[in-house]
Every structure is written in C-alpha cells, then in structure tokens.
Nanobody
Framework: QVQLMESGGGSVQAGGSLRLSCTAS????????MGWFRQAPGKERERVAT????????YYSDSVKDRFTISQDNAKNTVFLQMNSLKPEDTAMYYC????????????????????WGQGTQVSVSS
C-alpha cells in the first residue's frame, strides 16, 4: 500500500497563503490520482482538489476555485496544494489521498474510492 506523508499546514490570518505538500512512498499505476480532502468539525468531508498523475485533469471544489492550485512533481511522487487568499472557512484538517482514476482519466469524487490516506495536516485561518 502506498504511504503518504503530508507537510505544510499551520495557522495564518485571512488573506494569507499556505502550501501543502504530499509525498507518496511509491508510484503505482493503480493509484494515479492524488489530491486533498478536508474536514472541519461538524461538517462533511469535502474533496478540495485532485490531479491525475502524469495527466492534465484537475478538479477544484467551487469553494476553492481560483484560490487554490494543485500541482505535481512526478519525479518525486509529490503533489502540492498552493492555497492563497485563505478564508476562515478554509479551516479544517486536510488529508492527502491517492487512488485509481476513472476509465476517462478523471479522479473520483467520493472519499471511499481512494485507497490511501495521509494522517492529515491542520490548517487554521483566523479572521
């Protein structure tokens, strides 16, 4: 099973930026989607951003579109989430995930489709 190691969380004021990193222990053709989910206390888990490794398909939730950018470094099995213009509502535990893609090369919506999850990194945004 692929192991995921996350880093980059922290506390910032609204309008600030953070960059999350997630490195996979190995590349697997059966785990060619990577990305981030988040969950805030009392709220449902939300897919934030995903990327098809080696491809160009990306997904962003409406709540982060135009503020967050997901990117990849294939040589290092690493994905990054650049988070700009952070808002208090972005406060959550962020989890790196990896899993298979659909036949069409897109990443799945539901968390249960992802086979590996990181430990999570906390992002806190104060107003």
């Amino acid at each position: 099973q692929v192991q995921l190691m996350e880093s980059g969380g922290g506390s910032v004021q609204a309008g600030g930026s953070l960059r999350l990193s997630c490195t996979a222990s190995k590349f697997s053709y059966s785990s060619n989607c990577m990305g981030w989910f988040r969950q805030a206390p009392g709220k449902e888990r939300e897919r934030v951003a995903t990327i098809h490794i080696g491809g160009s398909n990306t997904y962003y939730s409406d709540s982060v579109k135009d503020r967050f950018t997901i990117s990849q470094d294939n040589a290092k099995n690493t994905v990054f989430l650049q988070m700009n213009s952070l808002k208090p509502e972005d406060t959550a535990m962020y989890y790196c995930v990896t899993g298979p893609s659909t036949m069409g090369g897109n990443c799945y919506t539901r968390g249960y489709e992802y086979t590996s999850w990181g430990q999570g990194t906390q992002v806190s945004v104060s107003s």
